[in-house]
């Protein structure tokens, strides 16, 4: 049994987002780490688990990718409170091929979910990472330059 009901929690409550970009997978991962980077966020680790998937057990998967993005600045406050926190670092943007031409990009608030799920303190000073944080992915999500849901 979850300590917590998943029925329970909205998207606010993980700080989800969601944007549509039309255009081809590799300029959407382009444009994506383009766009993280210039909001704030480095991006230290990067994969494509539709690669690996479909060459290791040949599974046919559509386009697939992860930005593992990271501000330093923010991941150093965060270590200041909750040492547990490096298990759920980088922050990850996904980006995946609806269909050809169009692609979903996906992020959440791992402050948040590290709230919800008790790693991290129940404290002004991280309800000031969390908005922190909360307006680097803004920033970033505003300027896709695509559909937000």
Avoid at 58 to 69: K, Q
């Amino acid at each position: 049994m979850l300590p917590i009901d998943p029925e329970r929690i909205d998207a606010a409550d993980v700080g989800e987002k969601r944007a549509t970009l039309r255009m081809d997978h590799e300029a959407a991962v382009e444009h994506v780490r383009a766009t993280f980077t210039d909001a704030g966020f480095g991006v230290p680790v990067e994969f494509s688990p539709s690669e690996l998937l479909n060459e290791k057990v040949d599974a046919g998967r559509d386009p697939y990718y992860v930005l593992g993005a990271c501000n330093p600045g923010m991941a150093d406050r965060a270590l200041e409170m909750a040492d547990e926190m490096g298990g759920l670092f980088p922050c990850n943007v996904v980006i995946w091929q609806e269909e050809p031409g169009v692609q979903q990009v996906y992020h959440l608030s791992i402050m948040r979910v590290a709230r919800l799920v008790g790693i991290a303190p129940d404290s002004e000073e991280w309800a000031d990472l969390i908005a922190d944080t909360g307006e680097l992915a803004d920033e970033a999500f505003a300027n896709l330059d695509g559909e937000r849901q």
